[in-house]
Each structure stands twice: as C-alpha cells, then as structure tokens.
C-alpha cells in the first residue's frame, strides 16, 4: 500500500463504547497528526506527533486518547464519546525539517456517535 | 496568529471552462507554503499545488495554476479547461517554514462543474 490508510473508513458506536482508530503512513515520515472535520467548519488539528512524541495537543477533551507506538503508526482511542463528536477524522503525515513541509492526508473515518 | 480566509463558499463553472477561487491570509511571517488541497466526495484529501512564498514565480501544476500576490496576501486558484472531476471541496492552507504541524486551513470552497 502506498500513502496514508485508514481504517476503517466508517464507525458507528454507543456513547459507552469504546473503540479505536488506526492510522498508518508509508511514507517514510516522522511526523502524525489527527483532525477533525465537522460539517462547515474548519479542520480542528487535535494532535500532532513528531517523531513518536507528542508536540501538540489542541485542548482536545480526554474522552479522545491517541497513541503513537513507531513513526507509521497512529491510534486514536475513542471512550465515552458524546453525540457532537460525529464527524470525519482525518490522519496526516508529514516529514519535518524536510523542504517541502508538506502534510499527506489519509481517506479519514466517518465516525457516527448515537 | 494566523488566519486562512476563503470568501466563496460555493462556485460553479461549465465543463471545459476556466474558474478561479479565492484565498487571503494573514501573516506576520516573511517565509511560508501555502497550498490548494482538493476534498472529492470520496473525502480523501488531496494536495493540488504548493506555493513557496519566497518563489516569485506563479506554482503551476497542468490544469491548476495558482496566482500569488505576497504583498496583497493573496493566493488564487485558477482551474483551466474543468472537468466533471474536478468537482470537490477546494481548501486553501497555510504554514511557515518549518513549522507544518501548524498547518492552517480556510473553511472550504464548494466546487460544481456542470456538464
């Protein structure tokens, strides 16, 4: 596979789940990141991972725990989520320090909360 | 901080003819990327140009050329000869050099191309 995959690609769950979502690159990047996409809104960034370590964490609330094990993978966990939090999350990988600064977007997870 | 701004929410154009999208941004750094990122409904976001603000020179990627004004802040899209294809959700994007974990995106333009 080449880029940045997803899975899966739809998520339905019960605010008393829990459930995760994968996200790996193949780029050969060091840099992760997890956005969400609500309906006409911005994308909000909620994390970003650089090189296995954390850099940035949006003010996300802690029902939403990511986890970077290497440089290609990314998990968001999901725990008790609420109704608002229904929308497309979108990974994305970049390589820092490199010329083109340029992030790489993987197919996102439409996630449904009920 | 910085800002993105897209003022179309929608636009539309005839298949075969030439649109334009608009862009400004706000920024205190001399030395960024800006970027058009391409969002079809199949949702996968992808990159269309990148500009280099130090590059004088216009960034052109065949259909898609963009024009950009540094001292107006300003970076538009121009899509030559559309295609039914190129109907999407077109973002607009900053951020410094260095810095893309501080990515910035505007609120989206709504592409339709009618046939």
């Known amino acids: 596979e080449t880029g940045v995959t997803q899975t899966p690609r739809h998520l339905v769950m019960g605010m008393t789940n829990k459930k995760s979502l994968k996200c790996e690159q193949h780029l050969g990047h060091n840099a992760m990141y997890w956005y969400k996409q609500s309906a006409k809104k911005p994308l909000e960034l909620m994390f970003v991972y650089n090189f296995k370590e954390q850099t940035e964490n949006n003010s996300v609330p802690s029902r939403f725990s990511p986890e970077c094990p290497n440089s290609s993978h990314l998990f968001l966990h999901l725990h008790t989520l609420q109704p608002e939090d229904s929308a497309l999350y979108l990974c994305?990988?970049?390589?820092?320090?490199?010329?083109?600064?340029?992030?790489?977007f993987g197919p996102g997870t439409r996630l449904t909360v009920l | 901080a910085q800002t993105v701004t897209q003022s179309q929410p929608e636009m539309s154009v005839q298949e075969a003819e030439t649109v334009t999208l608009s862009c400004t941004y706000d920024t205190s750094e001399s030395d960024y990327y800006l970027f058009w990122y391409k969002q079809p409904p199949s949702r996968q976001m992808i990159l269309v140009i990148r500009q280099e603000a130090y590059k004088q020179q216009n960034a052109t990627e065949n259909r898609f050329s963009v024009n950009f004004q540094k001292a107006a802040k300003s970076f538009s899209l121009k899509i030559s000869d559309s295609q039914l294809g190129d109907a999407a959700m077109y973002f607009c994007a900053y951020s410094p050099r260095g810095g893309s974990e501080k990515l910035v995106f505007g609120k989206g333009t709504k592409l339709t191309v009618n046939p």
């Open positions: 994305a990988s970049s390589q820092p320090s490199g010329n083109t600064d340029t992030q790489y």
